[in-house]
């Protein structure tokens, strides 16, 4: 009797551990903290070890299927506000440096206009070297030889930190320090489309998840 006793209250004390189910929602509410802090690896590992381990608790692994679009709303709209933060610091990077040029536009007969140094400003006759930027970005340097001028938007790299081209062997110090500005402003141009792609790419994310949970929660 007591040998029978002793198993009744044994096994009693099993069956009053947590069950399964409490097992996989435990689960399901630590990867809800770990998405609310911004830990999007940890909740989505939580997530997996959950489908993983509980593979029969179906109501909890529906909840999971739709706490994982949450997820990646959210994960996506947490990406979407630091690429537009880092484009909003990149345009006012370029802003500056545009400062430093002018800018030489023809109303008249030009829709695109250049920005150049300030040294270089104006006249050009007098010059056989000269690096620019256009309004879009893209940089050329003019070589001009017996009233001849020869247009260069391919730039070989010389320096580990990619700001120097190849120049005339004529060319002057001035006119190095023209193409390394002017490099760096059209690398600016080049940040600031890159980081719009971005933008862009991080809203489409935001918008399908959007629709997705908008159609879930109409069925």
């Given at each position: 009797m007591k040998k029978f006793l002793l198993t009744v209250f044994s096994a009693a004390l099993l069956s009053c551990g947590p069950s399964s189910t409490e097992k996989a929602n435990d689960?399901?509410?630590?990867?809800?903290?770990?998405?609310?802090?911004?830990?999007?690896?940890d909740a989505y590992q939580l997530i997996d070890s959950l489908r993983r381990t509980y593979p029969?608790?179906?109501?909890?692994?529906?909840?999971?299927?739709?706490?994982?679009?949450?997820?990646?709303?959210?994960?996506?709209?947490f990406a979407f506000a630091k690429a537009d933060s880092a484009l909003t610091f990149k345009r006012l990077d370029?802003?500056?440096?545009?400062?430093?040029?002018?800018?030489?536009?023809?109303?008249?007969?030009?829709?695109?206009?250049?920005?150049?140094?300030?040294?270089?400003?104006?006249?050009?006759?007098?010059?056989?070297?000269?690096?620019?930027?256009?309004?879009?970005?893209?940089m050329q340097i003019v070589?001009?030889?017996?009233?001849?001028?020869?247009?260069?938007?391919q730039i070989a790299i010389?320096?580990?930190?990619?700001?120097?081209?190849?120049?005339?062997?004529?060319?002057?110090?001035e006119d190095a320090l023209a193409v390394e500005q002017c490099y760096q402003l059209a690398k600016?141009?080049?940040?600031?489309?890159?980081?719009?792609?971005?933008?862009?790419?991080q809203m489409m994310k935001v918008r399908f998840f959007e629709t997705k949970i908008e159609r879930t929660q109409k069925e």
């Open positions: 689960l399901l509410n630590e990867a809800r903290t770990a998405m609310n802090q911004n830990r999007y690896e029969k608790e179906i109501e909890c692994r529906k909840a999971a299927l739709i706490f994982s679009d949450s997820l990646q709303l959210q994960e996506a709209k370029l802003e500056d440096m545009k400062k430093k040029f002018v800018l030489e536009k023809d109303e008249k007969y030009q829709s695109v206009g250049n920005y150049v140094v300030a040294s270089q400003a104006g006249s050009k006759t007098h010059l056989k070297f000269f690096a620019e930027v256009n309004e879009e970005g893209t070589s001009i030889d017996a009233n001849r001028k020869y247009h260069f938007t010389g320096d580990a930190r990619g700001s120097s081209a190849l120049l005339p062997p004529d060319a002057t110090g600016l141009f080049a940040d600031v489309k890159e980081q719009q792609k971005e933008v862009e790419k």
